[in-house]
């Protein structure tokens, strides 16, 4: 039999589809397009506007599962997009932390590998909550040793990012900023994660 064929489940809020894009893309669809696979693939984007980590940790089992096969056949994977969304809620940061070890920790319970990827910069009046909440995510992956891209810290100060906003005027990046985080997902362990040969671009 060859090799298992790949089934990745994307679950994040509106973010995680490319929201305020003009090509539709979001930073997953780009991500994908320079991915190289070498087997059958299968992603499934599964998002909900103005979503918390305690909303997303309550309905991603419900929505990935049914998507995923047998693992002797099938290799399937979760990538967690997290938004911004508990900053603007008022989440305390311990919650918050909970919320992702527990998606975390059953995805690992039925040896499903999963990717996280941090919020972005959003609201200026955000800026310190989601950068508590960007360094919370990040401890709670690396104490699980689960990949964690931190699209915050590069981006807050990015002259680029700031731009792609100020002109999209819907708190929301568009195609610049979406293609700045493409390219830290790309360069912060995904083609590791999935086997794949580094993209040299």
Not at 9 to 24: P, Q, R, T, Y
Not at 76 to 86: E, F, H, K, M, S
Not at 90 to 95: E, I, K
Not at 100 to 121: C, E, W
Request: net charge negative; glycine share 10%.
């Amino acid at each position: 039999m060859g090799e298992r064929e790949l089934r990745i489940c994307i679950v994040g809020d509106e973010l995680s589809v490319g929201v305020g894009d003009a090509k539709g893309l979001g930073w997953a669809g780009r991500v994908l397009a320079r991915s190289r696979f070498d087997r059958p693939v299968m992603t499934f984007p599964l998002a909900m506007p103005g979503e918390t980590t305690t909303a997303l940790s309550q309905r991603w089992e419900t929505e990935a599962f049914p998507r995923y096969g047998n693992e002797a056949e099938y290799d399937n994977r979760l990538v967690v997009a997290l938004g911004r969304q508990d900053a603007r809620a008022g989440l305390s940061v311990a919650r918050s932390r909970l919320n992702l070890a527990n998606m975390l920790d059953v995805a690992d319970s039925h040896r499903i590998a999963t990717f996280v990827v941090g919020p972005p910069p959003g609201r200026p009046e955000d800026e310190d909550r989601i950068a508590e909440l960007s360094a919370a995510f990040a401890d709670v992956a690396a104490r699980r040793r689960v990949p964690y891209v931190d699209t915050f810290t590069p981006l807050v100060n990015h002259e680029q990012w700031h731009a792609d906003m100020a002109q999209n005027g819907t708190g929301y990046p568009a195609q610049a900023g979406y293609g700045l985080m493409a390219w830290l997902v790309l360069h912060t362990g995904w083609h590791a994660w999935l086997g794949l040969p580094e993209d040299p671009a």
